[in-house]
């Protein structure tokens, strides 16, 4: 019980980010209003899709009408917390927070003219069988690398938000997107201990194109590390110091031209900011490696969103949906901070992502709604637009 007193409290504060309802969010939680333009005010409206729990691509209806009467569908209980960006796609992923979620990982086209988007399951239905261990649980978290390769963070846990089960063991499962087939499956179980809760998922290359991939053990206050080529493995344990709480460990990766690249990591909790080069995370190098940024402008805890790229990174602070930039090249001051969005009222970014039309993008949604269940039939209000700052009137 404890177990999963731990897991849905570290859930609710890795999407939430300590997001406090708002009374304009409350009214927007029961009307599940999408179409408000208190809630959409996005001056690119051409450019923002809403995804929804009800609106997911079927082979058939009859398929469709299997799944709603064996409680394999319920529309409401699905919600979209995490996407990448590849040409005019975006794959999405839909954790299994709750019964009925028939796919885990989709995929939506990103075209003009196609506001309401369908989901797609990808790269297949066969592969999104729950208790099926050759098949994705509940993945958590993706990444698209710079050779189209998609990695999902699949942790194996089902309807955490209810009676979380396990289903299977953690794993990374590897699609190339350029054919739909997975090339590799990497088993986590040996690197993971009781307390781990592995939340993030981020891909790094070595200057002599290596893949590594680093994934955010919260629970276990570690960052986990996989090398691809050389099928080795490592566990970074990060000192006490940098987790007040073991909440959420949000982790953003930067790179230089040159191909250096950086990892940053805060737990929600923490009053710092925190970094360590890929270089050292590759060979497993920890002790003496990491750096402290610096604290968290105003005393505020900050959400690390993501990152463009390059050298900057997204931010809002615990309780706001304003979003921020900070090119890490800079002191990690208020100063240095720049606002590039205004957030609304009704929805909390969840994801801050490079892609589409050389944007970046937001992934909006109201999950606070979600897990108090007050979405209503429609479900969660789900949003991906481009980052863009209003004129003041």
């Known amino acids: ?184 499956s990497i088993d986590l179980s040996d690197l993971v201990t009781s307390e781990s809760r592995l939340q993030f998922i981020v891909v790094d290359y070595s200057k002599d194109n290596k893949p590594f991939v680093y994934v955010a053990d919260a629970g276990a206050r570690s960052i986990l590390v996989y090398d691809i080529t050389g099928n080795k493995s490592y566990r970074i344990v990060l000192p006490k110091a940098t987790a007040p709480t073991s909440d959420v460990l949000y982790v953003a990766l930067t790179s230089k031209p040159d191909g250096t690249s950086t990892l940053f990591f805060s737990y929600l909790s923490s009053p710092r900011l925190y970094s360590i080069k890929g270089e050292y995370l590759r060979v497993g190098q920890g002790a003496g490696s990491i750096i402290d940024v610096g604290p968290k402008p105003y005393g505020k805890q900050a959400v690390l969103l993501g990152a463009d790229g390059g050298t900057s990174l997204f931010f809002r602070y615990k309780g706001e949906n304003d979003i921020y930039l900070w090119d890490s090249e800079t002191c990690f001051k208020a100063a240095n901070l720049q606002e590039v969005q205004r957030g609304g009222d009704c929805r909390l970014s969840t994801q801050v992502l490079p892609g589409h039309k050389r944007f970046m993008w937001a992934l909006e949604s109201n999950f606070h709604d979600f897990i108090s269940d007050r979405t209503g039939c429609n479900g969660a209000s789900i949003v991906l637009h481009p980052v863009v700052k209003e004129c003041d009137d």
């Open 1 to 184: 019980m404890a177990t999963q007193l731990l897991l849905l409290l570290a859930l609710i504060s890795a999407v939430l980010g300590g997001y406090t309802p708002s009374s304009s969010a409350d009214e927007s939680g029961s009307s599940n209003s999408i179409g408000s333009s208190k809630c959409d005010k996005n001056p690119l409206s051409e450019l923002t899709f809403q995804l929804s729990g009800s609106s997911l691509h079927w082979p058939c209806e009859s398929t469709k009408n299997i799944y709603v009467q064996s409680g394999r569908y319920v529309p409401r209980n699905v919600i979209v917390t995490r996407a990448q960006l590849q040409k005019d796609a975006a794959f999405v992923v839909l954790p299994r927070y709750k019964q009925g979620v028939p796919f885990t990982l989709g995929k939506v086209n990103l075209k003009k003219g196609e506001c309401l988007t369908k989901i797609a399951p990808y790269p297949c239905w066969a592969i999104q069988e729950e208790g099926n261990c050759q098949a994705l649980q509940s993945v958590v978290d993706i990444a698209v690398d710079q050779n189209g390769l998609l990695w999902a963070l699949d942790v194996g846990i089902v309807n955490t938000l209810e009676q979380p089960i396990r289903r299977c063991g953690p794993k990374i499962v590897a699609i190339n997107t350029a054919n739909n087939k997975v090339v590799k």
